[in-house]
């Protein structure tokens, strides 16, 4: 009967050891950092690269879409601040000319041409712009007025602006020459040779006696490779104006590329004469005698 139960003192005995060793350990066991192992710490070195590739894609494209959200915003509102502008001037120039008196009208106009010529002085090319429309709202055929916004535009380097004023003249008079030569400067400055070339030539056939169309022609030909009609531009513009030191250093240079020497001597004369004291002169004369 003893043999019996000593087996089961026996387990008990066991099972109460294991129980202890348990129990003493289980602290240590709870407390495990799992992250101290080599691979959670893998893991989790993984993981981080992860998320810190992700955060950093996700910044770069909120960035790159804050760049491009802010240009086009503020395209949008100067475009709206600039629409607003030119209906608050439509609304003055509607004002001022509904107040305006018929008898009126031409001294309003010289006084807004005075204040435009002295805002321009001053580089205030805003007002000046303000002024001629106000004009054309009050005279909406007055040439002048069209062709001074047009100079206006030009000088400010706005082609586009300055081609449409001169050729809305156009639809009001074709017998002005000055405004032919404005837009062929225009076309220049647009890299259009042919068609300024056409309006200088339109505008000589009002006015063949503006030397200075003459000599922009003459320019022009040159660049283009026409020498004989360089040549007689040239000399057309001195016949004009026989003194001019511009029209003369224009036509030594463009004789010295063409090597004719009896022009080159013939415009160094007329250098030298007026000025004798030219410092181009010697290296001039140097040119003539290398021909």
């Not at 916004?149 to 030009?154: K, R």
């Not at 036509?251 to 160094?268: C, G, M, T």
Request: aromatic share 8%.
């Amino acid at each position: 009967m003893y043999y019996n139960i000593i087996p089961l003192i026996l387990i008990l005995a066991a099972a109460i050891i294991i129980v202890r060793i348990v129990i003493r350990k289980f602290p240590a066991v709870v407390n495990l950092d799992v992250a101290t192992l080599p691979q959670e710490r893998e893991r989790a070195a993984k993981q981080r690269i992860i998320n810190t590739r992700f955060k950093r894609t996700v910044s770069r494209w909120f960035g790159w879409l804050r760049r491009s959200a802010l240009p086009v915003g503020e395209k949008i509102k100067m475009w709206l601040t600039k629409l607003w502008q030119k209906l608050l001037t439509a609304r003055d120039n509607l004002s001022q000319a509904a107040a305006m008196r018929p008898g009126a009208a031409p001294d309003a106009i010289e006084a807004l041409v005075a204040q435009a010529q002295e805002a321009k002085e001053k580089e205030d090319f805003e007002t000046a712009e303000k002024c001629y429309i106000r004009i054309i709202s009050l005279e909406s055929k007055n040439v002048a007025a069209f062709k001074l916004l047009g100079q206006l535009y030009f000088e400010q380097g706005k082609l586009i602006e300055a081609r449409e004023t001169l050729e809305h003249v156009l639809k009001l008079t074709q017998e002005d020459a000055d405004v032919y030569t404005q837009l062929a400067e225009v076309a220049e400055s647009e890299q259009q040779p042919d068609k300024a070339k056409t309006y200088y030539q339109q505008s000589l056939k009002l006015n063949s006696e503006n030397a200075r169309t003459l000599f922009r022609l003459a320019e022009l030909n040159k660049e283009t490779g026409g020498y004989q009609e360089t040549l007689k531009n040239m000399k057309a513009a001195l016949k004009i104006e026989p003194k001019n030191p511009r029209y003369l250093d224009g036509l030594f240079n463009v004789s010295i590329l063409n090597k004719d020497k009896s022009e080159a001597l013939d415009a160094y004369k007329a250098l030298k004469e007026i000025n004798p004291e030219n410092a181009k002169l010697s290296e001039m004369k140097k040119q003539i005698d290398e021909l």
